[in-house]
């Protein structure tokens, strides 16, 4: 749950993110009320006149006494945690911090909000780590693959919840929209 600023590549990057939210500007911001998100979101609602709301459910996971921690730094610390975290990475969870499932119950009643959300095109800014679930849960994904979920900064996605046939999502990198997750590579 770390409480990182926004680089000058961070601010680059949302103003890219600017160009194609034009395209179909939202018409309300949510976002998670820690520092670089707060940041990106003044960018974002500047850009597109809107107010945002900020949700502490969106905040980053908690990592526990590891917060700040690279995943490098805890293997060369931590030798045993990091291999619980790599043959158990849904269910690992860092002492005194969060896992997958704590994701997931923690971000469940902020998916039905979103759900019933009046705003016809709803913006969430959120962290990496949290996407994985938050769009897991709204996509109805399973485990497996929301743990390969690409979800780097330079990356968005948009997600309809309206279609007939079930939610539908795209991601977006660059200003250019794909159809579908981006999912890592075996």
Same mark, same amino acid.
């Given at each position: 749950?770390?409480?990182?600023?926004?680089?000058?590549?961070?601010?680059? #990057?949302?103003?890219?993110?600017?160009?194609?939210?034009?395209?179909?500007?939202?018409?309300?911001?949510?976002?998670?009320?820690?520092?670089?998100?707060?940041?990106?979101?003044?960018?974002?609602? #500047?850009?597109?006149?809107?107010?945002?709301?900020?949700?502490?459910?969106?905040?980053?996971?908690?990592?526990?006494?590891?917060?700040?921690?690279?995943?490098?730094?805890?293997?060369?610390?931590?030798?045993?945690?990091?291999?619980?975290?790599?043959?158990?990475?849904?269910?690992?969870?860092?002492? @005194?911090?969060?896992?997958?499932?704590?994701?997931?119950?923690?971000?469940?009643?902020?998916?039905? #909000?979103?759900?019933?959300?009046?705003?016809?095109?709803?913006?969430?800014?959120?962290?990496?780590?949290?996407?994985?679930?938050?769009? @897991?849960?709204?996509?109805?994904?399973?485990?497996?693959?929301?743990?390969?979920?690409?979800?780097?900064?330079?990356?968005?996605?948009?997600?309809?919840?309206?279609?007939?046939?079930?939610?539908?999502?795209?991601?977006?990198?660059?200003?250019?929209?794909?159809?579908?997750?981006?999912?890592?590579?075996?």
């Amino acid at each position: 749950m770390g409480d990182s600023p926004l680089t000058e590549a961070g601010r680059a #990057q949302v103003r890219g993110h600017l160009d194609w939210l034009q395209t179909r500007p939202p018409d309300h911001l949510l976002a998670s009320p820690l520092g670089r998100t707060r940041a990106t979101a003044a960018i974002l609602a #500047q850009g597109l006149g809107l107010v945002p709301q900020f949700d502490p459910a969106l905040r980053e996971r908690c990592m526990g006494c590891f917060e700040g921690w690279t995943l490098e730094e805890i293997r060369r610390a931590h030798p045993d945690e990091h291999a619980r975290r790599e043959a158990e990475p849904w269910s690992w969870r860092p002492p @005194g911090g969060e896992n997958y499932p704590d994701l997931l119950a923690r971000t469940a009643p902020l998916v039905e #909000q979103l759900r019933t959300h009046p705003a016809e095109c709803l913006l969430v800014v959120s962290h990496g780590t949290l996407a994985r679930p938050l769009l @897991g849960r709204l996509l109805g994904l399973e485990p497996a693959t929301m743990l390969v979920l690409m979800a780097p900064n330079d990356l968005a996605y948009r997600v309809d919840l309206t279609p007939a046939e079930g939610p539908r999502a795209s991601h977006v990198r660059g200003g250019v929209e794909h159809p579908g997750l981006l999912l890592r590579g075996p």
